[in-house]
């Protein structure tokens, strides 16, 4: 059981990797294509005195070289600032130059380059660094106007930024940073404003770059850094800033379009056609398995209780489910996977798990090495992180993975989760044997998780997956988390949160938490929840909850769960065994069913819509497709138009509404 990681993802720096096809777009305020390469309706950057103008769809924005503050105006007069200077002294800046829809200056003293320019619909700006430096910049959410500032931290989040709560330490955000392609599920933020209008901001560089959540008089606002190094690959850093309308989800809006016109969404029916396989994930709830859950008398307990869609997984803890389990779950319509990770080596002779242990020479070998040459610890204190450079070189004459997945696969497991490679925690490896970038071992990830998917024909899933391993995958376990720093230091009090034990049942999944009130409010609030990743990535990855978090977990959320799974179109994520399916198998067995067909109707479309329809925000809609599905969730106290509190509606094709009233645990 010890294989299995519960841990807050390392704050490593990466570079966006852009994955798959194009897909249908939701966008920005205007039309981001109508402005090509030189503006629109003609216009071109316009540069006087320090004030650089570029446009951009929906209006105009504003570059002061002197200090790199930004402004905008959208086209109805509103003007805001975007950004506030950069943080520290820059230096006098060179003379600005100007050519078509770009125009470029340095700050010398700093030995930066910056260029400015109109790129499909948004401001486009490049720094380029000579030298090992770290630039903090932009400063959002300044604006006086700032009324929200969005967070794709997990499934997402809306903040206050003037709210007392947020601003605290119980809140857990002032104070803390998230690394843009680890800490985030997605390398973009966005603001609203008082009356409408926002902004998006997309890290184009996620690599390297950090985004800084500050209090300052009351208010919360966001600061990115970025960390240039010549060894890292990571000099040049570019940010795109694009005006919105102002909505919860509007900057997801425009991570969207970003991705789709630099072919970064591979869409889940794509998937499936060159897979089938994947089609079984439509419908299905997931669920890690233990004890009796694993055998074939568990699969037919499960279809007993009229569950025909499911993923069943099991750990890495020398008891797989066996083949005669396996195959009928297939025959059931299940998909099932092994736990397996690459990312960590241990001495066999004392290796603590099964996936720890590799064989000569691994350990050491494929170790990361430091810039000391040293061995770079792994998770936990436990052995070493292994290079995944080490790896690819290694393979094409040892075929470590290719074995590892053959023995993980021997029972007949038709899908996979691969720990970790879609998470972001990305390596500098300074071994003279296998020398490696963060952004080489983002690309060897990539490229294995594609072999099992490709070459094997598995049904693959990772952890948190970052919206760069979109094209590679078909589901990520965690990435519908919105985990404060709070809940690791949690998980880390065994008395409190359980352990490993027992071992058919260990307390760490199964043991009910009550979360502390700040943690609650924090995760499951659904004032603040907004679906950031369902709007942008809801048809190309099927995500869920992390593993530990299972339904059951947490007891006082499991309705506000459940209510949130339904509006997201998303499945929950369970632990079984005998004792759960005995005392939860009908409540499982009954959201399973109800979510079935509007998952089936709406897993392949985009989220098209969320919206809240009553001042509180307690009562939320989403629709999916051109009106393939409109669900409808309350989440207040008291029946709003017609729907009583705590329950969801849900509608396909416009037909009549189908109701749930999840009861809590």
Known sequence: MKARKIRKTRKTRKRIVALGAALTVIGV????????????????VQVRGNRVTVPVA??????????????????????????????????????????????????????????AAAREGRLAVT???????????PVTATDPD????????????????????????????????????????????GTSLRGGHGASYIAESDIATTLKFVSAGGRLHAEAEHAFSPSEGTLDYTLAFALTDGSPVAA????????????????????????????????????YTW?????????????????????????????????????????????????????????PASADSPVSKWPA????????????????????????????????????????????????????????????????ELFTDHSPAHPMTPARDRENRLRRLARLSGERGLVVGSESAGSWANGVLAFSHGSGSPVPDQLWALERDRAAWGGYAPAGAPGIFFKPVRLPADVAKAMYDPRYRVPLYQTVLHDSVISTERWELSWSKLPDQSRTRALLAMLYNVPLNLVLDKAELDGHGSRIAQLQKYFEPLHKAAATRP???FRWLTPDRLVQRTTFGDGVLTVTANFSDRTHDGLPAGCVDAAVDGGRAQRLCPAGL
């Open 29 to 44: 305020v205007g039309t981001a294509a109508a402005f090509g390469t030189g503006g629109r309706d003609g216009r071109q």
């Open 58 to 115: 929906g209006g105009r924005v504003v570059v002061d070289t002197g200090s790199l503050a930004v402004r905008g105006r959208a086209d109805d007069g509103r003007a805001w600032q975007l950004s506030a200077p950069a943080a520290g002294a820059l230096g006098p800046a060179a003379q600005v130059s100007v050519h078509g829809d770009r125009a470029t200056w340095g700050y010398p003293a700093r030995g930066l380059t910056v260029t």
């Open 607 to 609: 989220m098209t819509g």
């Open 252 to 287: 997801a809006r425009d991570y969207r379009a970003w991705l789709q016109a630099h072919g970064g969404i591979t869409t889940l029916r794509q998937k499936i056609a060159r897979n089938p396989e994947a089609g079984r994930l439509v419908g299905a709830f997931h669920a």
């Open 146 to 189: 700032t009324s929200e500032v969005q967070v794709p931290r997990g499934e997402g989040l809306s903040v206050p930024v003037a709210d007392r709560w947020w601003n605290s330490a119980g809140a857990g955000l002032a104070g803390s940073e998230a690394g843009l392609s680890d800490g985030l599920t997605m390398p973009f933020w």
């Open 127 to 137: 720094v380029r660094s000579t030298r090992k430096s770290t630039l903090t910049w």
């Open 291 to 347: 004890g009796q859950a694993r055998t074939a008398q568990g699969v037919r307990r499960l279809r007993e209780l009229g569950i025909d869609r499911m993923w069943l997984g099991y750990d890495a803890d020398g008891s797989p489910m066996d083949r005669s389990a396996v195959r009928l779950a297939e025959r059931s319509g299940y998909l099932v996977g092994p736990y397996d990770s690459w990312a960590n080596a241990q001495d």
């Open 361 to 424: 020479p691994v350990w050491q070998d494929a170790c990361v090495r430091g810039a000391d040459g040293r061995v770079v610890t792994g998770f936990g204190g436990r052995g070493c992180y292994v290079s995944s450079e080490a790896l690819r070189r290694a393979e094409p004459s040892r075929h470590y993975l290719a074995d590892r997945t053959r023995d993980m696969t021997a029972n007949g497991a038709n899908s996979y989760f691969l720990d970790v490679d879609a998470a972001g």
